[in-house]
């Protein structure tokens, strides 16, 4: 069973076993699609207001693209866990001969680079997500303001926890020119996450 379709409680329950997966990449992607989630919500609190008329168009076109968004971000739990799994294989993989451990070694960097692609991805989903909240400060049902700023709130943690499955993943590849790659647009991000979540944040505040 996939780990989105159990129930939360079960979930719950799996995360705080002994079992190394799902772990920090799973439940940083939950939240990514958490935030996503909660401002589609607000989008949608907003579109048939007529107090927000001037704000329908822009609230339509998020509360589709961040529901997209959401899926992208809860598909992210599960290749989370799987990326994971493929290290874990990797190197459990037989290292007898020299054969055996030349086909290990590269099955372990292939796995590697897989367990990194995957939180980077959950990052740039989560980046993409931020923006379209940020759009929808000053634009968007007050009544639904505490929403927009938990949904920054779940989105930096989601940010952040991603770039820490990232960075425990760099040190095992091989290409140091991906490694760099990773590491210089991944602290752009992170940073970039901060800046907006921030923004939203001390909006909502005024707001409230």
């Not at 809860?74 to 993989?93: C, M």
């Amino acid at each position: 069973m996939k780990l989105v379709e159990m129930t939360v409680s079960s979930y719950l329950d799996l995360l705080n076993s002994d079992a190394p997966a799902p772990g920090g990449g799973s439940a940083s992607a939950l939240c990514g699609a958490q935030g996503a989630a909660l401002v589609s919500m607000v989008a949608g609190l907003t579109i048939g207001k007529k107090k927000y008329l001037d704000d329908q168009e822009l609230c339509a076109e998020v509360a589709k693209k961040t529901s997209e968004l959401k899926d992208a971000l809860l598909a992210q739990v599960d290749e989370d866990t799987q990326a994971f799994n493929l290290v874990s294989a990797a190197f459990k993989l037989p290292k007898e001969t020299d054969a055996e451990k030349a086909a290990r070694s590269k099955a372990i960097a292939d796995a590697t680079l897989v367990a990194t692609e995957v939180p980077f991805k959950t990052m740039k989903l989560c980046l993409e997500t931020l923006h379209y909240t940020k759009s929808l400060i000053g634009h968007s049902n007050t009544n639904a303001a505490s929403d927009l700023g938990v949904s920054a709130l779940n989105l930096i943690t989601c940010m952040k926890g991603a770039w820490l499955n990232v960075l425990i993943n760099l040190g095992g590849l091989k290409d140091e020119a991906k490694a760099k790659a990773f590491r210089t647009q991944g602290e752009e991000m992170v940073s970039t996450a901060q800046k907006e979540a921030d923004e939203i944040y001390k909006a909502t505040l005024e707001i409230l």
